[in-house]
């Protein structure tokens, strides 16, 4: 009987540039499609930094070139834009995929917009690197006249940084559980969604902030009661004493295994640890949840428990 699955895919399935990312997504939708093919519900969650960082790169440079005309887009619309583009590709990856086995099913990119709280301390330390490289003065400007917080950055410049919270719902959840009840395929929650408050009535304002992917879709993964997660990366599965001669890869993990893991500063900040920590919430989320870490080429042999790392609540 199949599964209400998704999949979160890393940066590895849709490359770092325009024509990177149309040769990536043909092979990614090839191991999504064998999911479908085996009659799983799928929704598709995605990364976007080298896209989004892109985009950034080009909106600052247009600012920089007649400052008078144009000003510094809003971070949540660049993480608007990379969705669009990024979900125009891999939908028409998977439609073509779909097509060339004889499966005639819809597939949709849903614009996204993802609750985060005001009051996460994320917000008070922003850790996350985004945008161009500045000089000095440019910096001093901007922290000056849009109060943006800056780094410098080894040497090589300055640099805006952004908070990463967690997120707290997902804004289109009925619209992308419509969308999976009458057969179609989602692409949604693109590079973590577009961050939002919540404000007096219904007003959504737009966060300066980046959602990390792999918490976004365990989120989304909760709310569309899915019965597995599927954290797709650059390793086939979750190691311990990762690089060096000892390393031991794991084909299991309890929560127990888990937590002594993490406290024991086994997994990588910023790479395989949030990929833990977000695969653990879902699992301990409900009953009958687990969920997978491995390679895009494995995700269905993950699956039917040949291999990866298989995460139980």
């Not at 399935?13 to 990614?28: D, F, I």
């Not at 887009?73 to 125009?88: D, K, N, R, T």
């Not at 004493?241 to 127990?256: V, W, Y």
């Amino acid at each position: 009987m199949g599964k209400r699955i998704v999949i979160a895919l890393g940066g590895n399935a849709l490359g770092n540039n325009l024509p990177e990312q149309m040769a990536a997504v043909k092979t990614t939708a090839k191991a999504i499609v064998d999911l479908i093919e085996q009659g799983h519900e799928v929704v598709i969650a995605h990364g976007n930094g080298p896209q989004v960082g892109m985009i950034q790169n080009a909106m600052t440079e247009l600012t920089r070139s007649n400052p008078e005309k144009y000003i510094p887009c809003p971070l949540s619309v660049c993480v608007a834009m990379s969705q669009g583009y990024i979900g125009y590709d891999l939908q028409n990856a998977l439609r073509e995929e779909m097509l060339d086995r004889g499966i005639d099913r819809g597939v949709a990119t849903v614009l996204t917009q993802v609750e985060v709280d005001p009051a996460d301390p994320a917000f008070a330390h922003p850790t996350k690197p985004i945008g161009a490289f500045m000089t000095k003065e440019e910096a001093d400007k901007l922290v000056k006249e849009r109060d943006y917080q800056v780094v410098e950055d080894a040497g090589r410049g300055y640099r805006r940084v952004v908070a990463s919270p967690k997120p707290v719902s997902i804004i289109e959840i009925d619209t992308i559980r419509s969308l999976v009840e009458t057969n179609h395929i989602v692409i949604a929650c693109g590079g973590g969604g577009i961050p939002v408050f919540k404000t007096e009535g219904h007003h959504l304002k737009g966060a300066a902030a980046v959602i990390d992917k792999d918490f976004a879709a365990a989120t989304l993964a909760e709310e569309m009661d899915a019965d597995f997660l599927v954290i797709l990366t650059a390793v086939e599965k979750v190691a311990i004493r990762f690089g060096k001669p000892d390393q031991q890869n794991l084909s299991e993990l309890t929560p127990d295994m888990a937590a002594g893991y993490i406290e024991a500063g086994e997994f990588a900040p910023g790479s395989m640890l949030p990929k833990v920590q977000a695969a653990l919430k879902f699992a301990q989320s409900g009953v009958g949840r687990s969920a997978l870490i491995t390679l895009l080429e494995k995700a269905k042999d993950g699956i039917e428990g040949r291999t990866g790392t298989l995460i139980r609540g």
